[in-house]
């Protein structure tokens, strides 16, 4: 059976390089084995489970470990419990040697209670479960997770049944003097059709005769060796009173199939059990996250008595909340959302200074829709796929995830750096959060196409080359309707490429004269721009906004305020598709600004104010916060500004520009001119700008299926 590179393989082998010993817990045939000799091929092998191996451990413990070459693996260490205090004893001589004693076990209380009393400090103890969806594509509903019967899927009834048995014999004697295999192999099948239900231990014990008692013990015995999941309920006082016994599920999907009776992938599509068997597929999957990315397991569900039920709440960092519904259905419908709706406005009502509160719908779509869409008001529904791998991130993707960490993908668009807006290039807030990096270019020169002097302080074209990094975040929580936004830029000042573009590109369209250069500047200048920004709906969310921001560098200083209205659709639908609805949009800005002097501009006027409105035309579609974002957009808008530039007498020279902007998946381009014909005459030529951006967001929202134009899913198990 070929070897699975399992997600906790890294976290093993660095905690090999630390602690002495790595305890690796975890199911019987999950996998411990096969990573614990294909992480450490040069480790000697003991298994504890073969009689000869055990005979001579505990005729003579010392003799045996004195042949012993470290590394060692020793396999299923519950069965010889008095190996942790020799262990222990041969780590305490050479405290500082790390990586020498690879432990695993099945049974994980009786070993962790050994693991506290012997090897406390001593050894890291890492849990593996069976494989997850984002480990082989071959892990389903019907298969479940564990990797013999991922790679033999044809004989997945037998293994099953193979292994019910082996545990029965094994862990379960092992772990509690069970009399009767038979009635707890009732039980085991009893617990399976409870799967999903809020745990009743009298339900459990009327029909096998046994004690309420008996019953508790035996959940321990499941608990034990991980063969069921408890998932408790969410205790916080949110004004209603709770349910509060856990919720109990099989632990892999594939054994609960195969203990309800379920022989097919054809047969479980028709199964009334399908939809909390998804459910706990989708817990599972959750927690075998969390695991391997060597957090604690942390999942919940929440019930009142009034009825209202939520699946999941899964904690995140920093007080945020994210709610999930889980749903075995192909078409996701809004009515679906309310449930999470409800409890989502009770948690900010108890929680006003909590952190954002995410509300997904996991379902089962076809294999043509979209992966991620728009449900109801900030409930997104999406891809049980595009889920998973949400949780798991991939080795390739580390340097992105630093810059990433807590955000979302978001339409490519971000602010741009000074001088730009003054040059002519949009001025409007960034709608949503995004981190875009790119090469802006601004160009002055203080003569026309004709020779004629610009009248103006500045005696020198300036070639501004800035490359950009801009990071906007949309806030929730107690900041809900606010962003903020930082924008640095770099540039290695100098004539090209600005002066082929604005020469060579737009004054040959437009039939102007080429602009000379005039005393070049030759520096490395940089600029930091911040900006915080208030939202409110117009017909739409996010439409009308008001905030105020600065710029300080080496070019100028600034500090603005600015109020406008961003994409009001102002026509109907002609289009709607996968893809979003094809519409008309409309924007338009006002902005005052403060200007001090730089190294650059060192006349600049103290105040100035412009005003700014654009069309756009573009296929929008709504994510799941009930924002329209483009999928595409053609954009043109045009500027009146007062002016920063002055002349020798402290007199402001009035700008004309125009902007046309083009964006396509994480692409965007833009360039600005103020060649405006007659209503800028004596004007055209002396500033020109371009930028070219790469959402990173969007990038990395198609690298995991959360974009909202990434390719479609897979199909469901």
């Known amino acids: 059976m070929r070897y699975l590179r399992r997600a906790l393989e890294a976290s093993l082998v660095q905690a090999a390089k630390r602690f002495p010993s790595v305890v690796l817990t975890g199911p ?84 962790m209670q050994k693991v506290t009393e012997s090897m406390a400090g001593r050894a890291a103890v890492l849990q593996l479960r069976p494989l997850s969806t984002c480990e082989s594509e071959k892990v389903s ?20 049944s193979s292994y019910v048995q082996t545990y029965l014999e094994r862990d379960v004697r092992a772990v509690t003097m069970v009399k009767d295999l038979a009635t707890f192999r009732r039980f085991l099948a009893l617990v399976a059709s409870r799967h999903g239900q809020i745990l009743n231990r009298t339900d459990l014990a009327a029909p096998l005769g046994v004690s309420v008692p008996t019953i508790t013990q035996w959940l ?18 949110v004004g209603k009173r709770l349910v509060k016994s856990p919720k109990v599920y099989l ?51 929440f019930r009142d008595e009034q009825g209202l039920e939520v699946d999941f709440l ?32 009770a948690l900010k009502k108890k929680r006003p200074r909590g952190g954002a509160v995410e509300m997904s719908l996991i379902y089962q779509p076809s294999r043509t829709a979209i992966a991620t869409t728009a449900l109801a008001p900030g409930v997104q529904a999406v891809a049980w796929q595009t889920f998973v791998r949400a949780l798991t991130r991939g080795f390739a993707r580390i340097l992105l995830l630093f810059l990433l960490i807590g955000l979302e993908w978001s339409p490519v668009w971000s602010e741009s750096p000074a001088p730009s807006v003054h040059w002519g290039s949009t001025a409007f807030p960034d709608q949503y959060s995004t981190v875009t990096t790119g090469l802006t270019l601004n160009r002055f020169t203080p003569i026309d196409g004709l020779g004629n002097r610009y009248d103006s302080t500045v005696g020198n074209t300036l070639g501004f080359n800035l490359i950009t990094l801009s990071w906007t975040q949309h806030w929730g929580g107690i900041f809900e309707g606010w962003s903020t936004n930082l924008t640095t830029g770099v540039s290695p000042t100098s004539d090209e490429p600005s002066q082929f573009f604005q020469n060579e590109v737009i004054h040959q369209l437009r039939q102007l004269p080429a602009v000379p250069t005039v005393a070049l500047r030759k520096e490395t200048d940089v600029m930091v721009d911040g900006s915080v920004t208030r939202w409110f709906p117009l017909f739409q969310p996010k439409v009308m906004f008001v905030g105020g921001g600065f710029s300080v560098g080496t070019i100028y200083q600034q500090g603005f305020l600015r109020a406008g209205i961003r994409r009001l659709q102002i026509s109907p639908t002609f289009y709607s598709g996968d893809w979003g609805d094809v519409s008309v949009r409309a924007s ?3 902005r005052i600004s403060y200007q001090d002097n730089g190294a650059v501009l060192h006349a600049v006027r103290q105040t100035a104010g412009l005003v700014q409105p654009a069309i756009a035309f573009g296929q929008y579609r709504t994510n799941s916060k009930g924002e329209t974002i483009p999928t595409w957009e053609v954009e043109f808008a045009v500027m009146w500004d007062s002016g920063i530039f002055v002349n020798t007498t402290g007199q402001s020279q009035k700008m004309f520009a125009w902007s046309f902007a083009l964006s396509g998946g994480p692409l965007r381009f833009e360039t600005w001119n103020d060649s405006m014909g007659k209503l800028a005459e004596r004007d055209y030529g002396p500033t020109y700008g371009a930028s070219l951006t790469l959402d990173l967001l969007r990038v990395w929202g198609y690298m995991d299926g959360t974009a909202s134009d990434a390719p479609p899913a897979p199909a469901a198990p």
């Open 28 to 111: 019987r045939r999950a996998g411990k084995t096969w990573l614990l000799r294909h992480a450490f091929p040069k480790a000697d092998y003991f298994l504890l489970e073969d009689p000869s191996v055990v005979a001579r451990l505990r005729s003579d413990p010392q003799g045996f470990l004195d042949e012993v070459r470290t590394p060692v693996i020793l396999d299923e260490v519950q069965n010889v419990p008095e190996i942790f205090s020799l262990v222990r004893a041969r780590i305490d001589r050479q405290p500082r040697r790390t990586g020498r004693w690879l432990l695993t076990g099945s049974q994980e209380a009786p070993l």
């Open 141 to 160: 509903l019907f298969l479940g997770g564990y990797p013999e019967v991922v790679a033999r899927p044809r004989a997945a009834h037998q293994w099953f």
């Open 220 to 237: 321990g015995v499941l608990e034990t060796t991980a063969q069921i999941l408890l998932v408790p309920p969410f205790y916080e006082n």
């Open 251 to 301: 632990a892999d999907s594939g054994l609960a199939c195969h203990l309800l009776g379920i022989d097919s992938p054809r047969e479980l599509a028709r199964s009334p059990f399908l939809g909390v068997l998804f459910e706990g597929f989708m817990a599972a999957e959750i927690i075998k996250a969390q695991v391997n990315a060597g957090r604690r397991p942390e999942i919940y569900y």
């Open 314 to 345: 899964v904690p995140g960092r920093r007080g945020a909340m994210a709610l999930v519904e889980c749903k075995a259905t192909r078409t996701a419908v809004p009515s679906m959302a309310a449930p999470m709706q409800r409890l989502a406005q």
């Open 588 to 590: 338009t800005l006002g």
